[in-house]
């Protein structure tokens, strides 16, 4: 009876998508669940994002297969502030298991701008001597023509705000961790607001030692995003695959972990991207984290965008704190990005909280 509950939920939910996407006006967008890209803690920012093939619990925001690899049990908190401090965002993530103890990781992301000018309906459309109802030149035009100006005394503010959660888990296939992750998003934008979802598949698997090899499909039914004024919001897929070795120096009391992504956007190419294929963009994200004695962690890596970034991570078992500071632009306009996370047992919280 439950399994045909189920179906019959998925077809009802499959019909609905199918009727609001041939009934209502459809867009595509290559930005619209940016929060997810742009997403994480101090220790994955540090190191460019690259997560394919990480096997940190927090990587399951690009590769949902890692669930099952990572035995952490640790939540995990950080707070973002980028451009300046122009967007604030915050990032909330931990691991629980399910009744058949199946690994499940819930990530919940929130993000926001504040004090977005509205400049619409500000122009003084006076022609070009500035000067009401003289029938010059460019007077109503509704053009901003030399000579005129906007009323700085109508400028109103409006508010960003985005919530965003995902839920991952995956299963052992055939010698592979096959993953999935189903992903929601809200997001107001002044008076309107939209609601969407979507889903993530990944695999990964180590062919030997100390090495993991990863492939995630973002999107696998394009995202859908559903905007009050009737609009729908598409995002292509996107195809990564990436790769993660551990160097191990017992001598010294010295691991390095080196990572490296390969992001295709499926025709959607742009000026940003690092290669092409066909009508296909690509990037690439490149990381590494140096550990000295299972406590102190240096990182540094180069995001999608070609931003590069560093930090550190210090680690006590049951709580670790991690910085990572990206640099935005080669410019000092876009200002510079700022992470500061925890990592925390709640076991052991709950511990030290009885103890007090």
């Known amino acids: 009876m439950r399994n045909r509950f189920q179906f019959c939920l998925k077809t009802v939910l499959a019909i609905l998508f199918l009727i609001a996407i041939a009934g209502a006006e459809t867009d595509w967008r290559k930005y619209g669940w940016q929060i997810f890209d742009n997403a994480g803690e101090g220790r994955s920012i540090a190191m460019g994002n690259v ?67 509205k400049t619409s309906n500000l122009l003084l459309d006076w022609g070009a001597d500035g000067v009401p109802n003289t029938g010059d030149a460019g007077e109503n035009n509704g053009i901003l023509d030399e000579g005129e100006r906007l009323n700085n005394d109508k400028i109103s503010y409006f508010n960003q705000h985005q919530i965003g959660l995902q839920l991952s888990t995956s299963i052992e296939l055939f ?38 090899v990863g492939f995630a499909l973002r999107n696998l039914i394009p995202a859908l995003m559903v905007w009050d004024s009737g609009l729908i919001e598409l995002t292509k897929p996107q195809l990564s695959t990436g790769m993660s070795q551990k160097i191990a120096f017992q001598k010294l009391n010295i691991e390095i972990t080196i990572l490296g992504d390969l992001l295709i956007n499926i025709s959607d190419e742009s000026l940003n991207d690092d290669f092409n294929i066909g009508t296909n963009g690509g990037n690439f994200r490149l990381g590494t984290e140096i550990i000295y004695n299972d406590k102190i962690n240096v990182r540094l890596g180069r995001n999608q965008y070609g931003y590069i ?36 047992n709640p076991k052991w919280l709950k511990t030290l909280i009885k103890n007090i």
């Open 51 to 117: 997560g394919i093939a990480d096997v940190s619990l927090n990587s399951a925001l690009w590769n949902p297969a890692i669930v099952s690899i990572n035995s952490s049990t640790k939540m995990s908190y950080g707070h973002q502030s980028r451009f300046a401090g122009i967007i604030q965002s915050n990032f909330l993530s931990f691991p629980f298991y399910s009744k058949s103890k199946k690994p499940i990781s819930l990530i919940i992301l929130h993000e926001s701008v504040g004090k977005i000018p």
């Open 309 to 344: 970034a560093t930090g550190i991570g210090l680690d006590w078992n049951n709580f670790q704190i991690n910085y990572g500071y990206q640099l935005n632009s080669n410019t000092t306009d876009f200002g510079s990005t700022h992470v500061l996370s925890f990592d925390i």
């Open 175 to 212: 010698n592979y961790e096959v993953g999935i992750s189903l992903r929601s998003l809200v997001h107001t934008l002044g008076e309107n607001w939209g609601s969407g979802i979507g889903f993530d598949v990944g695999i990964i698997r180590s062919y030997w030692k100390n090495n993991y």
